[in-house]
């Protein structure tokens, strides 16, 4: 078992690139997160899916969008990279039970210029 | 609006020794509560948890109290070992399924264990 695994580890884009970050889970789990980092605000909640064919907005989905493409995968897009996108990108799953454990991907340090 | 807060920004202790980390929660809503450990360049990991019906979970070297009233919560590592050195994050739920498993999370306490 592979777990949550996120590509690519690195990215830097231009402002105004668009970019996709992928995840995939091999745990059969059906909600799964899109999170990011920054320094000293913990990680903040983009996009989750409940289930498979469902997204919904987190604490910070602007400039974002996702596509839970199947059971086992969840992307994030940027269409248009700013400067305060600058962050690392968690994608985490869940089981059914206990509901509130959530197993996380290495994360995605993404840099915008 | 911080729903859950770490104050400290950072802990530094002897191995050997206890290590205390805090956290405070505004939301009345929250019924379950989460710490996870992050070693750099990796993501967080689950660590252990307590449901708002208990003030008290333990597991090995980890303890998490609850106090309900006062909105804190604590986890305490007993003893310190240099092997727990990363960075501790206090995460929130909400109850019932239309929670989704959403968790909020508090800004984290890097905890360096010294030899």
């Known amino acids: 078992n592979a777990g949550v695994t996120q590509t690519p580890k690195f990215q830097v884009l231009k402002t105004g690139q668009s970019m996709t970050l992928q995840c995939a889970q091999d745990m059969n789990h059906n909600s799964m997160y899109w999170y990011r980092q920054d320094p000293g605000m913990g990680l903040r909640l983009i996009y989750y899916?409940?289930?498979?064919?469902?997204?919904d907005k987190g604490e910070v989905p602007n400039g974002y969008n996702v596509s839970r493409l199947n059971k086992r995968e969840f992307s994030l897009r940027l269409e248009s990279a700013a400067p305060s996108q600058t962050s690392v990108y968690f994608c985490a799953s869940r089981p059914a039970t206990p509901l509130e454990t959530q197993y996380f991907g290495p994360g995605t340090r993404l840099l915008v210029l | 609006d911080q729903q859950v807060k770490q104050n400290s920004p950072s802990l530094s202790v002897q191995e050997g020794r206890i290590s205390i980390l805090n956290c405070d929660y505004t939301?009345?809503?929250?019924?379950?509560f989460l710490w996870y450990k992050k070693y750099p360049a990796e993501g967080p990991t689950f660590l252990i948890s307590?449901?708002?019906?208990?003030d008290k979970n333990e597991d090995g070297r980890f303890t998490v109290f609850l106090n309900k009233s006062a909105k804190h919560l604590s986890l305490h590592i007993v003893p310190s070992q240099p092997g727990d050195s990363a960075v501790y994050f206090c995460?929130?739920?909400?109850?019932?399924?239309?929670?989704?498993?959403?968790?909020?999370f508090g800004q984290g306490t890097i905890l360096t264990v010294h030899p």
């Open positions: 995460a929130a739920s909400g109850s019932g399924g239309t929670s989704y498993g959403k968790l909020t």
């Open positions: 307590i449901s708002s019906i208990k």
């Open positions: 939301n009345s809503m929250f019924d379950y």
């Open positions: 899916s409940a289930s498979e064919g469902t997204t």
